[in-house]
């Protein structure tokens, strides 16, 4: 079993509608959690940054964590056609010199 | 431009040959990290340097492949002999000193195809 399982499936959503994705991981040991955005041939930019469990919003983002499910999840309101890329979830451990293990990302295209 | 800046974008080689890459981090980021990427998956660890200092490698990173940072900024990432196995984009990160656990910010990576 993968530290991170993330389903890869291609995502497509109209224009405005809410996005919605999510990890599961194994690792009691993660406490930090990240959103990466990654437009196709570029590196991944952080989006959402978090640690422990709880909410975080950022504008039309929202990143929540619930450690006791392990279960990590990214909300996208309003999405628009500039939001069509691959997210990925990223996690780490407190002290592990901050290696970050990912998931294998979902592609989202958001069709106007 | 002040992010993470990587060299060459792309790299095409013929399997036998060595490449090197080029690693600029975030300016006074002491922490610098090389991850690889292939097609559908996301970035696996490769290695990690704090300042000058090599402190983790990864088993994926076999005896053909050397990573350095002489002076505690850029890095350099070497394949010997490369095989049509390693064709990735290699990514490399940086973060900042202050806090161990501060996120890391990627450069646009290197391409690299083995023909």
């Known amino acids: 079993q993968k530290e991170v399982e993330q389903d890869p499936g291609p995502l497509s959503v109209p224009e405005g509608a809410i996005v919605s994705l999510n990890c599961t991981y194994s690792n009691s040991a993660f406490q930090y959690f990240m959103w990466y955005r990654q437009y196709s041939r570029k590196g991944p930019e952080l989006l959402m940054y978090t640690y422990s469990s709880g909410n975080k919003e950022d504008g039309r983002f929202t990143a929540q964590v619930d450690k006791s499910s392990k279960y990590i999840s990214l909300f996208i309101r309003d999405s628009q056609p500039s939001d069509s890329a691959t997210y990925l979830c990223?996690?780490?451990?407190?002290?592990?010199?901050?290696?970050?293990?990912f998931g294998k990302g979902n592609q989202v295209v958001v069709i106007p | 431009d002040t992010g993470v800046s990587q060299n060459p974008r792309h790299k095409i080689t013929k399997r036998g040959q060595n490449v090197t890459f080029r690693c600029d981090p975030i300016?006074?980021?002491?922490?610098l990290y090389w991850y690889r990427q292939t097609l559908g998956q996301g970035p696996e660890f490769l290695t990690y340097f704090q300042n000058e200092a090599q402190l983790e490698k990864s088993r994926l990173l076999s005896d053909r492949f050397s990573a350095e940072r002489p002076k505690g900024s850029f890095s350099t990432l070497e394949i010997q002999r490369t095989e049509q196995g390693d064709s990735a984009m290699y990514l490399c990160a940086s973060s900042a000193r202050t806090d161990p656990n501060s996120p890391l910010h990627f450069g646009n990576g290197t391409r690299l195809t083995v023909t």
């Open positions: 300016s006074e980021h002491n922490r």
């Open positions: 990223a996690m780490s451990a407190m002290g592990g010199n901050n290696r970050l293990a």
